[in-house]
């Protein structure tokens, strides 16, 4: 472990990887904010982004859909939508409550982790997209899984 960390070569695969991993973030996180509603911060040094997706909540209807489901079925619009993100529109996100429930409420926030190739994470971002814009599909997903969008 000791010449890895003191070899001349360790600092430039880092800076290669540091490189690699700003260059990534730069690009999906532009990518995300041309999204109709969605907008995403540029995270100083993780390799997690957080969009907020208040507008396509909106867009979809999902605050509402959300509050009209029975109270025991109940979780969050960005539960839902992650749920139906991923079963109709193959693409895994996690929803802001997923990592405490202090300070959620009423928020409506994505996680998504660029840890993966660029090409695998632009087809993502184009089926993050399509989900967004899927009014007809979220509502036959809620039609045909209600058991997905319980707490």
Not at 113 to 128: D, F, M, P, W, Y
Request: charged residues 25%.
């Amino acid at each position: 472990a000791r010449v890895a960390l003191e070899s001349p070569l360790s600092e430039q695969a880092v800076k290669k990887m540091v490189e690699t991993f700003e260059s990534r973030r730069n690009l999906i996180c532009q990518q995300i904010n041309e999204i109709p509603g969605i907008s995403c911060q540029k995270p100083g040094g993780a390799f997690y982004l957080f969009p907020n997706i208040s507008g396509i909540c909106e867009n979809l209807g999902l605050i509402e859909k959300h509050d009209s489901l029975p109270l025991e079925k109940q979780s969050s619009p960005t539960n839902i939508f992650q749920m139906f993100a991923l079963y109709e529109h193959q693409i895994a996100v996690l929803d802001r409550k997923s990592f405490g429930k202090i300070g959620a409420d009423g928020k409506h926030f994505l996680r998504i982790s660029i840890a993966a190739e660029q090409s695998v994470l632009e087809k993502g971002i184009l089926r993050l997209k399509n989900a967004g814009e899927d009014l007809s599909g979220l509502d036959r997903f809620l039609k045909e899984r209600p058991d997905l969008t319980s707490a």
